[in-house]
């Protein structure tokens, strides 16, 4: 059964930038036609999707996001990675990844998600 | 961008209670809509996709329909686990967008 896991620094440094890792463990994305989605909820508010990332390296960023926005993939480390620069209050939130089928797929939806990371912008 | 908007944003229910929730899209996304469960603390667990596709695992008291641009998110008789907030989300194009959220609370 696939698992996510996101890690990284809970404290970012406004300017600097926000660098989360998602460890996929139990299989890989690489067995189907996934994309891992990138989600955050900043504190007490909805879900904003930043961006996904298919296994072959295809990606798709919010474009409220994406110049500030990179996510790669490590298919030999099973792992994808989100860094977002010049980072300001705005981006504290709790980070998610999930395994997505992308767009006007069968079933479609996330169907597995991490935990969570919560990221705090701060000085 | 396709904007999604949900409906109440808020409800109280009691167990036993039948509650709809309502989802409208900005346009047609034909039926590329996902429906997510949060509790407090906890990631969001897909209950729903496809409009109407039954997530396995999920009791069969959850239920969705809809197409175009106006979906519904039904739960037939509250339970406590279900005290929770409820957000839609379309797959039809990116963005991905999700709706504003409805929080379940206790009458």
């Known amino acids: 059964q696939v698992q996510l896991q996101e890690s990284g620094p809970g404290l970012v440094k406004p300017s600097q930038t926000l660098s989360l890792t998602c460890s996929v463990s139990?299989?890989?994305?690489?067995?189907?036609?996934?994309?891992c989605s990138w989600i955050r909820q900043p504190p007490g508010k909805g879900l904003e999707w930043i961006g996904f990332i298919h296994h072959s390296g295809s990606t798709y960023y919010n474009p409220a996001l994406k110049s500030r926005l990179t996510i790669s993939v490590d298919t030999s480390k099973n792992q994808f990675s989100l860094k977002l620069t010049s980072v300001t209050a705005a981006d504290t939130a709790v980070y998610y990844c999930?395994?997505?089928?992308?767009?006007?797929?069968?079933?479609?939806?996330?169907?597995?998600w991490g935990q969570g990371t919560t990221v705090t912008v701060s000085s | 961008d396709i904007q999604m908007t949900q409906s109440p944003s808020s409800l109280s229910a009691s167990v036993g209670d039948r509650v709809t929730i309502t989802c409208r899209a900005s346009?047609?996304?034909?039926?590329?809509l996902n429906w997510y469960q949060q509790q407090p603390g906890k990631a969001p667990k897909i209950l729903i996709s496809a409009s109407s596709s039954l997530k396995s695992g999920v009791p069969s008291r959850f239920s969705g329909s809809g197409s175009g641009t106006e979906f519904t998110l039904t739960i037939s008789s509250l339970q406590p686990e279900d005290f929770a907030t409820y957000f839609c989300q379309q797959s039809y194009s990116t963005p991905l967008t999700f709706g504003g959220g409805t929080k379940v609370g206790i009458k």
């Open positions: 139990g299989g890989s994305f690489s067995s189907g036609d996934y994309y």
């Open positions: 346009q047609s996304i034909s039926t590329y």
């Open positions: 999930a395994r997505d089928y992308g767009i006007v797929m069968a079933p479609g939806g996330m169907d597995v």
